[in-house]
């Protein structure tokens, strides 16, 4: 038999104040349904001496890196099935969705989105490696350098699949990284975190603890060259804010109001089903969720209309327990996201806005619920100051789809929505296969992502964010998980006779 909690114990490899994980009631009631295990809480010593620890480790050459992620890879595939139920129980995320993005994210094979990323150089430039690169006025060589030890923070949702990419971004450019899973679902993320430990034990490690204290006592260690933060944008702007006082570097991904936009020329049975299932799958993640879609094409609205409102009915009729394979809605991981989706429905019957499917909510299970209509449009009627910033934003953390024929009053609506909110998950789904229409919208709007499927949050899929990365097409985190030094004269090592 599988024993978790030694399992988690070992990985941690501390103890001291711990707290009980429990999966999420997907009954009806209120009540916790199941114990998953009992997590220790790391203190500060502990966090110190892990970070000091992988700082002062020795470091790899890019091709045992790559041979290590490949390893981890091969032996988190194996056992993928046991990983995703275990992260399905405790967020509430259906397996079958959980299973999916854990095996995706692990089929990129790291020498080979090396190569696409850095070209025939790609070996010397994760080496670091002097490399002659053009220059107007005599040679200058640059030399790209790993910034150090990394702090990856994930969601308190979807902890595991958020973080492996981001980790396995890191280590490849030659970082070590520390993982600090979501403090509500920590388990599968942690034990995911010990198939590292094993494969590459000097550049990994992993702690779990409140986000309300684990980064700002990493962040005052002179060890400590940056932070990933995946999560709530009001916690990542303060722990941002205070990584700027102590030096450290800072990345965050933010909740963002993302909006799919179908284009007249897009097929109207797929845009309905990727649009549904982009408010779905990501059951309570902020970040990463869809929740509103304008259509352009006026004479096909309503059958497109029509698509929605069978996928929806279909989605509630299988809703229920996480684990199970045919589940497509689980509960949601926090009452309180549940109790402000009930806020919204309300909301928008009391303002005239018309809820054709769903719309109710029991515990912490909330039905798909489909919209017609605006929702920043009733915001200013309503009193709830959190829930008129929800509504005017379309910051949405559960299974809601609005949807409108009003195409040209969304684009204003995000273009005056964007102003200021800088953040990676500031990004619009655009389905169209005119993908230089795409790039005038994504210019327009300062962010985009030009898909034909909604699950594939990657590089490849031209993703991108507002202000740090460019349109249609964003800086890969492998080349901003590195430093670049230029020098204008030849440096003492290097020898461009050697191959």
């Known amino acids: 038999m599988w024993n978790i909690q030694r399992e988690l114990e070992e990985a941690l490899e501390y103890s001291g104040d711990c707290y009980t994980v429990f999966s999420p009631p997907f009954d009806g009631s209120s009540q916790p349904k199941e114990k998953i295990a009992v997590v220790p809480i790391a203190d500060e010593q502990t966090i110190n001496r892990k970070i000091n620890r992988l700082a002062t480790s020795k470091t790899l050459s890019a091709n045992e890196r790559i041979d290590a992620i490949r390893e981890y890879s091969k032996r988190l595939r194996k056992n993928v099935e046991k990983y995703a139920l275990i992260a399905s129980k405790e967020s509430g995320i259906p397996f079958i969705d959980m299973y999916f993005r854990i095996n995706y994210t692990l089929s990129t094979d790291p020498q080979e989105y090396a190569e696409a990323i850095f070209g025939e150089k790609w070996k010397k430039i994760l080496d670091g490696e002097w490399l002659e690169i053009s220059a107007k006025i005599g040679k200058a ?33 030659g970082n070590k990284v520390i993982d600090k899973p979501g403090s509500i679902v920590p388990v599968a993320h942690t034990l995911s975190m010990k198939i590292v430990k094993e494969v590459l034990p000097e550049h990994t490690d992993v702690l779990v603890g409140p986000g309300s204290k684990v980064p700002y006592i990493a962040m005052k260690n002179e060890n400590l060259a940056g932070i990933m933060f995946t999560g ?25 109001s993302n909006v799919q936009l179908v284009l007249k020329d897009y097929d109207v049975e797929m845009a309905a089903l990727l649009c549904a299932h982009g ?29 929605l409102v069978e996928l929806a009915s279909d989605f509630n009729k299988h809703i229920g327990d996480p684990s199970k394979k045919d589940t497509l809605l689980g509960p949601l991981v926090k009452e309180s996201l549940a109790e402000k989706c009930e806020k919204v429905f309300r909301a928008c019957r009391e303002n005239g806005l018309e809820v054709l499917v769903g719309g109710e909510r029991r515990g912490y299970l909330v039905d798909f619920t489909l919209i017609e209509g605006e929702p920043w449009k009733i915001a200013e009627k309503v009193k709830d100051l959190d829930l008129r910033y929800s509504l005017e934003h379309g910051l949405f953390a559960g299974p809601l789809l609005f949807f409108n024929n009003n195409f040209k009053g969304t684009l204003e609506w995000i273009v005056k929505n964007s102003n200021g909110r800088e953040g990676y998950a500031l990004r619009n789904n655009i389905l169209t296969y005119d993908e230089e229409k795409a790039k005038r919208i994504a210019d327009l709007l300062g962010s985009s992502m030009n898909v034909t499927n909604i699950y594939l949050f990657e590089e490849r899929q031209r993703w991108a ?18 430093d670049s030094k230029i020098l204008n004269v030849a440096p003492k090592d290097y020898n461009p006779f050697r191959t």
């Open 232 to 256: 709530e944008s009001r916690h990542g702007r303060l722990v941002e804010a205070e990584a700027i006082k102590h030096g450290v570097k800072y990345r965050g991904e933010y909740e963002g």
């Open 465 to 482: 964010g507002r202000g740090r990365s460019s349109t249609l097409g964003g800086k890969p985190l492998v080349e901003m998980a590195m």
């Open 279 to 307: 408010a779905r799958a990501f059951n309570g993640i902020a970040c990463a969720n869809a929740p509103i879609v304008s259509f352009e094409d006026k004479k096909n609205y309503k059958l497109f209309k029509e698509r």
């Open 141 to 173: 060589y640059e030399k790209r350098l790993p910034h150090g030890v990394y702090l990856n923070i994930s969601p308190n949702n979807d902890s595991i699949g958020v973080s492996i990419k981001t980790k396995l971004e890191l280590l490849l450019a």
